[in-house]
């Protein structure tokens, strides 16, 4: 996966459109579509503001962009935890969220 895949794919998960994403992130929807579409790749800064926008660390949203293959090192029983505790945290806001509808 790529940076632009993960970001849509978190995105999705949380249930934003991009320009909620776009808005909660201050960057403009069209970048966003550019990203989300692997056209353009995103500074640093740029990550850490989708991923705030996001509600979750930027390390998980670097994580869920990593090729399955460049995990390939990392203990499998680590990786799992990590894998749960990222799912957990893109569902947290879901949860809320419905809580409030």
Known sequence: MNIGEAIKFCRSRRNLTQSELANRSDVSVSYLSMLEKGKRDPSLKTIEKLALGLGIP????????????????????????????????????????????
Do not use: F
């Open 58 to 101: 930027a390390s998980i949203l670097v994580l869920v962009a990593a090729d399955p293959r460049e995990l390939e090192p990392i203990d499998r029983v680590v990786a799992e935890k990590i894998s749960y505790i990222a799912m957990n945290l893109l569902r947290e806001e879901n949860s809320a969220q419905e809580k409030l509808l």
